[in-house]
């Protein structure tokens, strides 16, 4: 098949009209008030994301439709928008009963589960700050951020709390309430100190008065990694909503009658903006697929629920690649329209594999945890440049600067040219903190303009190219990993005086964590040494963040004060020139 440089779209191409079909009039006239006005409101006035999300359905003609739909190992499980507002409803009257105030924080550790989303909404409804996280994070990295996040509530299950949790319970003098989910088909466990997530649910009403909320009210707690330093909490707002509806209607082109699939889990913010949110705004039915990525499964699910409009990430995509065109071959996908990516770059080669394997190109979007909803996106009707992450959404504004020496930022006018992406700040789901650190916070602007993090160039036509991180933070299977978290999960290990940890670049994940560390005096290397860090760092970390690889070494290259030199033990690794050494402790 040819592969020219741009994917030029046709009518043919658009098989229900687009929401954006003219990007550059609804650019230019776009405003945030005028969609904040799209969305209801409270009916005394404010702002809630659950009001917006199920109850404006619940009340009325949508009332009887699948919100979602749970594909579970045994059984298929639907719940209107009808059910959903009940059991939300349930939820946060448990919330109220247990004396969980607003602005008090209810921590999800769960599995793609029917009472995940249940206790986020419920949650939201209760004017409760909701902090969905990852299952698969082990008792380190959970720790960190219940502790961080001073959770008062935490709703999860008998295996997660006695692995993880159960230990370092009186580490956490805030954690009131826990609350286990009964696995299923088994009956309530009777955990010490602990409640019966089902048994508090029969109790309650359907009937809830939602606790009024502003738009400027905290409302979800998301949790981000960075070089140095614990994660940081990124806070985000009821008013963020606006931007989830519009972004839903723009990037995701959602309309009422799709069948819309976000492989996200809500532990990661992609899972909750575009896995909860966002579809619900537009009274879609969403897929949600409680197992773990199996491509046969996902390939009959695509075709089983028709499902329309599917958003994924690149890992997930070369995963499908991987497993080969055959299987895909075996399916059809008639009913799909759009299928959209974010998390990593997506590689040309995945853009063209999707027009071969399903039928269509991947549209790559861009955004991160502290943005709220996606900036950049490719649209429908955008033609595709493969490789490039699109073009900015309405409402938004991107700029490439760079930064002088003293500091001062400018913007790079001409296109072609690499530096940092910028946003102008002041859409409604740009966080509005990080938790407890200001400073951090403050850090990343610039004036009016909001700092990514990322490098990045635009072409002449106004497309965005993605060239890489400006810090150390790794991006493994999609998900932004701390290095400093998994150095310090190593130091923990009594043979280990130091560690560094980088991102070492692989064709399927993006990135695998790979560790360094030196031994304290007494231990000698071994692979039976290095074999043992391992299954400590994946017995604290968890499987998603501990490392892949370690190496033991002598030393490791620190600066002069001190710090690791993480950039200079990566071009080592990848043989690749070692740049500017003058920094180097004992160096020229
Ligand atoms: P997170 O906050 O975990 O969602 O990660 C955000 C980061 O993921 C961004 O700052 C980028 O480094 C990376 N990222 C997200 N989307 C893309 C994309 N489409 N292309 C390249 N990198 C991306």
Redesign the pocket.
């Known amino acids: 098949m040819e592969r020219p440089d741009i994917i030029r779209k046709t009518a043919q191409d658009l098989t229900v009209p687009p929401n954006l079909a003219n990007y550059d009039a609804v650019h230019a006239s776009f405003s945030w008030h005028e969609a904040e006005r799209e969305l209801a409101g409270l009916p005394g006035g404010g702002r809630n994301i659950a009001y917006e999300a199920v109850e404006r359905h619940a009340q009325g003609a949508q009332r009887d439709k699948t919100a979602f739909r749970f594909i579970g190992a045994q059984q298929t499980r639907d719940m209107t928008y009808r059910e959903l507002s009940a059991h939300s409803n349930r939820f946060a009257n448990v919330l109220k009963d247990l004396g969980v105030g607003k602005g008090e924080r209810l921590f999800i550790l769960l599995g793609r589960v029917p009472a995940l989303y249940v206790s986020a909404l419920g949650g939201f409804k209760n004017g409760s700050v909701v902090s969905p996280l990852f299952s698969a994070f082990g008792p380190e990295p959970l720790l960190t951020r219940l502790k961080l996040g001073e959770a008062k509530v935490l709703v999860t299950t008998e295996l997660q709390y006695r692995r993880k949790l159960e230990k370092v319970r009186d580490q956490l003098p805030n954690l009131k309430h826990v609350l286990i989910v009964a696995e299923e088909g088994k009956p309530a466990p009777s955990i010490p100190g602990t409640l019966d997530f089902n048994a508090l649910m029969e109790q309650e009403s359907d009937e809830f008065e939602l606790v009024p909320t502003q738009a400027e009210d905290m409302a979800l707690l ?1 949790f ?2 960075g070089t140095t330093g614990t994660p940081k909490g ?1 806070v985000h707002v009821h008013g963020a909503v606006v931007t989830h509806w519009a972004t839903g209607k723009y990037a995701l082109d959602l309309h009422p009658d799709d069948v819309y699939w976000c492989t996200a889990d809500p532990g ?3 899972g909750t903006s575009y896995g909860i949110i966002a579809p619900l705004l537009h009274g879609v039915t969403s897929i949600i697929d409680e197992l773990d990525f199996d491509a046969e499964r996902w390939y009959r699910i695509l075709q089983e629920e028709q499902v329309s409009v599917w958003y994924t990430a ?1 890992t997930a995509i070369r995963m499908l690649m991987k497993a080969g065109s055959e299987i895909a071959k075996k399916y059809a996908f008639p009913k799909l329209r759009f299928v959209a ?6 590689n040309p080669e995945a853009v063209w594999w999707g027009r071969e394997a399903l039928g269509l190109p991947i549209h ?7 943005t709220g909803g996606i900036m ?1 996106a490719n649209t429908p009707a955008f033609d595709i440049k493969p490789g490039s ?1 699109g073009r900015p959404l309405p409402g938004v504004e991107a700029f490439i600067v760079k930064k002088d020496e003293q500091g001062n930022v400018s913007v790079i006018d001409q296109p072609e040219v690499e530096g940092e992406l910028a946003l102008r700040a002041g859409w409604p789901s740009m966080m509005r903190g990080y938790l407890h650190n200001d400073e951090k916070y403050r850090k990343c602007f610039a004036g009016e303009l909001y700092l ?3 490098l990045a160039k635009r072409d002449q036509d106004g497309y965005y190219w ?1 060239v ?2 400006s810090d150390d ?1 790794i ?1 493994s299977a ?3 990993i701390g290095p400093f978290e998994v150095e310090s999960a190593l130091m923990e290990h009594p043979a280990v005086a130091e560690a560094g940890v980088i991102g070492k670049p692989d064709p399927t994940v993006g990135e695998v964590v790979k560790a360094f560390v030196s031994l304290k005096a007494g231990f000698e290397p071994s692979e039976e040494l290095r074999l043992e860090l391992l299954g400590h760092a994946r017995k604290r970390l968890g499987a998603a963040v501990a490392p892949k690889e370690i190496d033991i070494v002598a030393s490791l290259p620190r600066t002069r004060s001190g710090k690791i030199m993480r950039r200079l033990l990566k071009a080592r690794e990848l043989g690749l020139p070692e740049g500017d050494l003058s920094m180097l402790e004992g160096g020229a």
């Open positions: 998301h981000t990694s990124a990661w913010v992609t690149p990516s974010v998390g990593e770059p997506l790559d979007n861009w955004w991160q945890t502290e950049i992450m990514t993090g990322d993605f890489g991180r933070v991006k999609g998900h932004l």
